[in-house]
């Protein structure tokens, strides 16, 4: 090749490495994990830009979420590609596009008029490059699954992407090759993986560091009986989880004083970057309504408040990038994928403790 796709774009080292091996690869599947913020989506489209050279063939891009589609149609239109974020399986694809981009839930359900997506897509996808986004939410439940497979099972070539290559289920991932592991149990198999150490040794990702707090918690039970603990310490699994709801009630004064930190540390950052801002992750609707009325008090202005996957969200997750606003509440929205390099400062106020959806958390702030 004279000209390569990857050749007119500025690749980081790995990105290139990767791509020469997906390259070189005679297999339909090629699953790549990559640390998350280390530039996945660059590479998939480079990926995808030399695939498509001097073919007719068509791209599709498999994405966990609304608000991730418009990124990548925004990644690919920097890249020279056209992708339809609108389309539906009443249509086909568009002559003046490149190709498509859905999501995981809109290939498993049947549209409006009553069409079977995942069948839709099969006849698109028969001759297509297809890039699948954070690979593993095809495993969130067994239609995702099953549709994912029907859909895209005899396209010519596959693409994986995840910073996170497992699931906190058993769950299999389409188009995931496994192995058997420690246990008894399943592993999966990459072709290529660029973890956070590599992503930091090559100064691609920010270094963490993590300010953790402790203190002791008082409630009261449903019988009237006082309990006591701190954070901690090591506890029965039903006293930890009792002792972090009452940390994270925000009538009490635990997080309260662990915003107050976090946006003092905020002010501090500022003085170094002063667009940073910072991005707090809450349980529930509730308790990011009730955190973001405690920042306003504390800051004097509204923070920006993101609570479902739907077009105004997307918006304000978009208003917020670009501007220079301090904060940003969320619930699941802004945990994976979403890409804000200004984000320097967070609160995980989240309940939930598996280490696919902390990872991808913290991968926000890389």
């Known amino acids: 090749m004279s000209e390569r796709a990857s050749d007119r774009v500025q690749l980081r080292p790995w990105q290139r490495a990767a791509f020469d091996k997906f390259a070189a690869s005679e297999q339909p599947d090629f699953l790549a994990v990559a640390t998350p913020g280390a530039g996945k989506t660059t590479f998939a489209l480079a990926c995808a830009r030399w695939a498509l050279a001097g073919e007719r063939r068509r791209l599709v891009v498999v994405a966990p979420t609304t608000h991730l589609k418009t990124q990548w149609v925004h990644a690919a239109h920097r890249m020279g590609l056209h992708l339809d974020h609108q389309w539906s399986p009443a249509d086909g694809i568009a002559k003046d596009v490149h190709g498509i981009v859905t999501t995981y839930q809109q290939v498993s359900t049947k549209a409006s008029n009553g069409a079977d997506t995942a069948k839709k897509l099969r006849g698109l996808a028969n001759d297509a490059f297809v890039i699948l986004d954070e690979v593993h939410h095809a495993g969130d439940s067994l239609s995702w699954g099953e549709a994912t497979a029907q859909a895209f099972g005899e396209a010519t070539r596959r693409l994986a992407l995840t910073g996170t290559p497992f699931r906190s289920d058993d769950h299999p991932i389409p188009f995931v090759t496994y192995a058997d592991g420690p246990g008894g149990t399943r592993v999966s198999q990459a072709d290529f993986t660029y973890g956070y150490a590599e992503a930091l040794r090559d100064h691609v990702v920010r270094p963490v560091v993590f300010m953790t707090y402790g203190g002791p918690m008082r409630w009261r039970t449903k019988a009237g009986e006082t309990m006591a603990a701190t954070l901690g310490e090591l506890l029965t699994k039903d006293v930890t989880a009792q002792a972090w709801r009452t940390a994270l009630d925000p009538a ?95 609160v995980y106020a989240s309940t939930v403790v598996t280490e696919l959806f902390f990872r991808q958390a913290v991968g926000r702030f890389v």
Do not use: K
């Open 252 to 346: 009490g004064e635990w997080v309260q004083a662990v915003l107050r930190a976090a946006d003092v540390r905020l002010s501090e950052v500022r003085r170094h970057v002063p667009d940073a801002g910072g991005l707090v992750i809450a349980g529930n609707h509730a308790t990011a309504r009730a955190y973001a009325r405690i920042l306003q008090s504390l800051t004097g202005t509204r923070p920006t408040l993101v609570l479902s996957d739907d077009a105004a969200s997307s918006r304000r997750i978009d208003d917020f990038t670009r501007s220079e606003e301090r904060w940003l509440v969320a619930v699941r929205m802004v945990s994976e994928g979403v890409d804000i390099p200004r984000l320097r400062v967070g």
